[in-house]
């Protein structure tokens, strides 16, 4: 067997051909062996080993893929050759994969996996087996003492730099969609061979993100063919027709784990593109076209100091950049800023969209504040990209990311108390003050009194009138007129994903209580007027309580 136990040379390890079970997958067969020599025998097969090629006299037969976990001895799976090369049968054209269906014809609705696992037996009580916590066992699998007799695919590691702590825990359902295992504070930094050929046996992998910080997922290369290879004998995702950049790497060292072993890597180079990840093997064209990444830029302001800039470049993928791209921001501010305690963040997201979209930019600013993670906080400015990556309409292009951050070492933040309308009974066209009572943080109630017009045309009967921050206001809306806020194409959701954001301004609105109607994003209503009053940043900031408040009548 073929692979990297250190640096970028290829080690050859041997191997014990124990059996060939037929059908152990469906029309799929699995080849079992034993390391036999001292490495082997001392970290079994280790993550990072996924797609080894195993020789036997001289003839590739398949590659390292699965484990047995707890096993005495270093048993391993093997994927057959046959198997991985019937992946080439797929699409291998370099070149963006799009999510257009490729006929018209209609489908029906999707289906949605249930939120429970399905009882297929007798419930295991948690005393049957000594207990690890079942968020212990979602990350790692291989600790489910009850699984230990089965047979797993051996987890891709994912060595990470810079990332915080808490944005790795956030990811986590990103590593358990696919065989994925975090690892944190290795990989990085100087020292790799970035000349080292694309061989059977060398490492090769995907970098999520690349910059200040870096994320890389990798394996081993166990056939190449030309510019075309195959790789790690299972999926990655299991997404099946890709468009992502592969990375060769470096090993720094293995890790003889008492649970399961580990390579300790880097990325080295962008070498080619992986362009197919099916169940036997992920396979991919060596050359210099490659995808191109997606630049993030967060630029952090903090008090008098200088902005300090933070590059990244991001993996290009509709299900994981905005995962991915939010990461990025939490962990800038955890590094630049702090993880915790009394803050407040200002932000400001820019989206620039491929010129040929015809999408102008989308703009979005917000203010935050609170005592935990301003990093979270931060990130939470980018939410809108896995929602224009993912629409239903259509596919809009994203060219680069900027997300400007404002942040501020307390908390200024408000609480409305109460809200006051100063008369009951007024005319169209007049006006009518609302008092409004804050509380902010740590401090004395404020009062402060808004002036607003009752429009000429408003219809007689009795009005609501709600006092709140701009997203509150938009939840509430949300809640009172659905039809309004479901979009019916890109530009629509686009014009959406624009609202919202001012934390820091207070929403004043009297609904009508005449019935309305909202239909898809436009809305009809006999009277809906919202006063933008600005509670200005000298002030307060965010947290502001919202809640509804009586009883205008509106006299004809």
Same mark, same amino acid.
């Given at each position: 067997?073929?692979?990297?136990?250190?640096?970028?040379?290829?080690?050859?390890?041997?191997?014990?051909?124990?059996?060939?079970?037929?059908?152990?997958?469906?029309?799929?067969?699995?080849i079992?062996?034993?390391?036999?020599?001292?490495?082997?025998?001392?970290?079994?097969?280790?993550?990072?080993?996924?797609?080894?090629p195993?020789?036997?006299?001289?003839?590739?037969?398949?590659?390292?893929?699965?484990?047995?976990?707890?096993?005495?001895?270093?048993?391993?799976?093997v994927?057959?050759?046959?198997?991985?090369?019937?992946v080439?049968?797929?699409?291998?054209?370099?070149?963006?994969?799009?999510?257009?269906?490729?006929?018209?014809?209609?489908?029906?609705?999707p289906?949605?996996?249930?939120?429970?696992?399905?009882?297929v037996?007798?419930?295991?009580?948690?005393?049957?087996?000594?207990?690890?916590?079942?968020?212990?066992?979602?990350?790692f699998?291989?600790?489910?003492?009850?699984?230990?007799?089965?047979?797993?695919?051996?987890?891709?590691?994912?060595?990470?730099?810079?990332?915080?702590?808490?944005?790795?825990?956030?990811?986590?359902?990103?590593f358990?969609?696919g065989?994925?295992?975090p690892?944190?504070?290795?990989?990085?930094? !100087?020292?790799?061979?970035?000349?080292?050929?694309?061989?059977p046996?060398?490492?090769?992998?995907?970098?999520?993100?690349?910059?200040?910080?870096?994320m890389?997922?990798? !394996?081993?290369?166990?056939?190449?063919?030309?510019?075309r290879?195959?790789?790690?004998?299972?999926?990655?995702?299991?997404?099946?027709?890709?468009?992502?950049?592969?990375?060769?790497?470096?090993?720094?060292?293995?890790?003889?784990?008492?649970?399961?072993?580990?390579?300790?890597?880097?990325?080295?180079?962008v070498?080619?593109?992986?362009?197919q990840?099916?169940?036997?093997?992920?396979?991919?064209?060596?050359?210099?076209?490659?995808?191109?990444?997606?630049?993030?830029?967060?630029?952090?302001?903090?008090?008098?100091?200088?902005?300090?800039?933070?590059?990244?470049?991001?993996?290009?993928?509709?299900?994981?950049?905005g995962?991915?791209?939010?990461?990025a921001?939490?962990s800038?501010?955890?590094?630049?800023?702090?993880t915790?305690?009394?803050?407040?963040?200002?932000?400001?997201a820019?989206?620039?969209?491929?010129?040929?979209?015809?999408?102008?930019?989308?703009?979005?600013?917000?203010v935050?504040?609170?005592?935990?993670?301003?990093?979270?906080?931060?990130?939470?400015?980018?939410?809108?990209?896995?929602?224009?990556?993912?629409?239903w309409?259509?596919?809009i292009?994203?060219e680069?990311?900027?997300?400007?951050?404002?942040?501020?070492?307390?908390?200024?933040?408000?609480?409305?108390?109460?809200?006051?309308i100063?008369k009951?009974?007024?005319?169209?066209?007049?006006?009518v003050?609302?008092?409004?009572?804050?509380?902010?943080?740590?401090?004395?109630?404020?009062?402060k009194?808004?002036?607003?017009?009752?429009?000429?045309d408003?219809?007689?009967?009795?009005?609501?009138?709600?006092?709140?921050?701009?997203?509150?206001?938009?939840?509430?809306?949300?809640?009172?007129?659905?039809?309004?806020?479901?979009?019916?194409?890109?530009?629509?959701?686009?014009?959406?994903?624009?609202?919202?954001?001012?934390g820091?301004?207070l929403?004043?609105?009297?609904?009508?209580?005449?019935?309305?109607?909202?239909?898809?994003?436009?809305?009809?209503?006999?009277y809906?007027?919202?006063?933008?009053a600005?509670?200005?940043?000298?002030?307060?900031?965010?947290?502001?309580?919202?809640?509804?408040i009586a009883?205008?009548t509106?006299?004809?």
């Amino acid at each position: 067997m073929l692979t990297i136990v250190e640096g970028s040379q290829i080690d050859r390890l041997p191997i014990e051909i124990l059996s060939v079970e037929k059908g152990f997958f469906a029309k799929s067969d699995l080849i079992w062996a034993r390391g036999t020599g001292p490495i082997m025998a001392h970290s079994g097969a280790a993550q990072g080993m996924s797609g080894s090629p195993v020789y036997v006299d001289g003839r590739l037969i398949g590659a390292l893929a699965y484990v047995l976990p707890y096993s005495k001895d270093p048993l391993f799976g093997v994927t057959p050759i046959a198997q991985m090369l019937a992946v080439w049968d797929h699409d291998m054209t370099v070149g963006p994969r799009s999510r257009r269906p490729r006929t018209r014809q209609m489908g029906f609705a999707p289906f949605v996996a249930p939120s429970g696992q399905v009882d297929v037996g007798r419930r295991r009580d948690s005393t049957e087996f000594d207990a690890v916590p079942p968020g212990v066992i979602r990350d790692f699998p291989s600790l489910d003492r009850s699984r230990s007799a089965q047979m797993q695919q051996l987890q891709v590691p994912v060595a990470m730099r810079g990332v915080a702590v808490g944005a790795m825990e956030a990811l986590g359902s990103l590593f358990r969609g696919g065989a994925l295992r975090p690892l944190a504070s290795v990989g990085g930094g !100087g020292g790799v061979d970035v000349d080292a050929p694309v061989t059977p046996g060398s490492t090769i992998g995907v970098e999520y993100i690349r910059g200040d910080i870096s994320m890389y997922a990798f !394996g081993t290369v166990t056939y190449r063919d030309g510019g075309r290879i195959l790789a790690f004998g299972h999926p990655a995702f299991g997404r099946g027709d890709s468009y992502l950049p592969l990375s060769s790497g470096f090993v720094h060292f293995l890790v003889a784990d008492q649970i399961m072993s580990y390579k300790n890597g880097s990325p080295s180079r962008v070498v080619g593109t992986l362009t197919q990840d099916r169940e036997a093997a992920i396979a991919g064209v060596i050359g210099d076209e490659h995808p191109p990444f997606l630049p993030l830029v967060v630029t952090v302001t903090s008090g008098d100091d200088a902005a300090r800039e933070y590059t990244y470049e991001v993996m290009r993928h509709p299900l994981y950049s905005g995962g991915l791209a939010r990461t990025a921001v939490w962990s800038t501010l955890d590094s630049a800023e702090k993880t915790g305690g009394d803050h407040t963040v200002r932000t400001k997201a820019t989206v620039t969209f491929d010129a040929e979209s015809g999408h102008k930019p989308l703009v979005k600013t917000n203010v935050m504040s609170g005592t935990f993670a301003p990093g979270l906080a931060a990130s939470t400015a980018l939410s809108s990209v896995s929602s224009i990556l993912n629409n239903w309409y259509d596919e809009i292009p994203i060219e680069r990311i900027d997300l400007d951050v404002e942040f501020g070492d307390a908390r200024q933040a408000a609480a409305i108390t109460s809200a006051r309308i100063t008369k009951q009974r007024v005319r169209p066209g007049d006006s009518v003050d609302v008092a409004v009572t804050f509380r902010p943080y740590l401090d004395e109630p404020v009062v402060k009194s808004y002036s607003v017009a009752i429009p000429p045309d408003a219809p007689e009967g009795f009005t609501m009138a709600f006092v709140g921050d701009e997203n509150s206001y938009l939840s509430w809306e949300r809640t009172r007129a659905t039809k309004k806020y479901q979009p019916s194409n890109a530009e629509q959701l686009l014009e959406l994903l624009a609202q919202g954001g001012g934390g820091d301004r207070l929403m004043i609105s009297l609904v009508s209580s005449k019935m309305g109607v909202a239909v898809a994003a436009f809305a009809f209503l006999p009277y809906c007027q919202s006063m933008g009053a600005n509670v200005t940043a000298d002030s307060f900031t965010a947290g502001m309580r919202p809640g509804l408040i009586a009883l205008l009548t509106l006299l004809g």
